[in-house]
């Protein structure tokens, strides 16, 4: 992951099968980052129709490559596993530079939010990941969101399900 690689099929399908039946996925859940291939999707597709589970939208966030690498290029975590704080060196800096504001830990940039690491990422998504939109499309279930704003992609999202839900 750090390199920028996806997880095996095999281990990704074995914790989400078993996270889906955890009680508070009873009413629901969103699954952010997955699947991020055509032969997950199946998979997933599979998994929920033995569970009993419907799926009732796959959304598609389309944000510009430029501003992809800016936000996660510029985005620090704190260092510390208990705090883990996350702060952005352009939009939401620490108030002392490297320093966490919650616990005082070390802010560091992770391994996977390199330029290298972010490109190989984008790079797999394109080949990979981006074929999903048909299968999804195919299925009656995609929903394409161009927004480069949290609250309005939340809002368009909450819209559409609210719609999603009296069909």
């Not at 995609?142 to 999603?164: E, M």
Request: with cysteine; aromatic share 4%.
């Amino acid at each position: 992951m750090d390199a920028g690689d996806l997880v095996p099929d095999a281990l990704i399908m074995d914790i989400m099968a078993k996270r889906f039946q955890e009680p508070d996925c009873q009413k629901g859940f969103l699954l952010d980052g997955f699947p991020r291939t055509i032969p997950q999707a199946e998979a997933l597709k599979a998994m929920l129709a033995r569970l009993g589970i419907k799926l009732d939208l796959a959304v598609s966030l389309n944000v510009p490559r430029e501003v992809i690498l800016d936000r996660l290029t510029t985005r620090r975590t704190c260092e510390n596993p208990k705090c883990q704080a996350i702060y952005n060196v352009k939009s939401m800096p620490p108030k002392t530079a490297g320093i966490c504001d919650k616990c005082g830990s070390k802010v560091v940039q992770r391994a996977d939010e390199t330029e290298e690491a972010i490109g190989k990422r984008l790079d797999t998504y394109n080949e990979k990941t981006a074929p999903l939109a048909g299968f999804y499309k195919n299925e009656g279930m995609l929903f394409d969101v161009n927004a480069t704003s949290s609250d309005t992609v939340v809002n368009a999202i909450k819209q559409k399900l609210g719609q999603t839900e009296t069909r």
